[in-house]
């Protein structure tokens, strides 16, 4: 079996997180999983290593109220989840970087305007991160 696929992903996952690194400025990372099950999302500190903020559908608050775990439904309540759990971290803002392409940065950007946060909470979250998603 060969390790081909193995070393393309983590070259990949190198150049993306270099990227992500240049344009975070010391800001936290917004990771996005998606399985074919579940959806899970965290909020990382690359610079002191540790997650600051993590939700899933497997979370005991979430998992009851779903359907399954992988529509969007499901990651609305991730979403709405894990802003409180970074609010409660002290989360302000967060540059979104994930291991994995994206198929439809303006669904992520919705799903963030649709969570009701204020116009400066938006302007904060979003902040250059609409610009990166749509200039691609």
């Not at 060969?2 to 936290?28: D, H």
Request: aromatic share 6%; proline share 3%.
């Amino acid at each position: 079996m060969s390790n081909k696929p193995e070393a393309l992903f983590r070259r990949r996952r190198q150049r993306v997180r270099f990227r992500v690194r240049l344009a975070a400025k010391g800001r936290a990372r917004l990771s996005v999983f998606r399985s074919s099950r579940h959806i899970y999302a965290q909020i990382i500190d690359d610079q002191a290593g540790r997650t600051l903020a993590a939700a899933s559908t497997l979370d005991a608050t979430v998992k009851p109220n779903l359907k399954t775990g992988s529509d969007t439904a499901a990651a609305s309540a991730v979403g709405k989840l894990l802003a409180e759990r970074a609010k409660a971290a002290g989360v302000d803002r967060v540059v979104f970087g994930s291991d994995y392409p994206v198929d439809e940065p303006l669904t992520a950007i919705r799903a963030v305007v649709e969570l009701g946060f204020t116009d400066e909470e938006q302007a904060a979250i979003l902040h250059d991160n609409a610009d990166a998603l749509l200039s691609k």
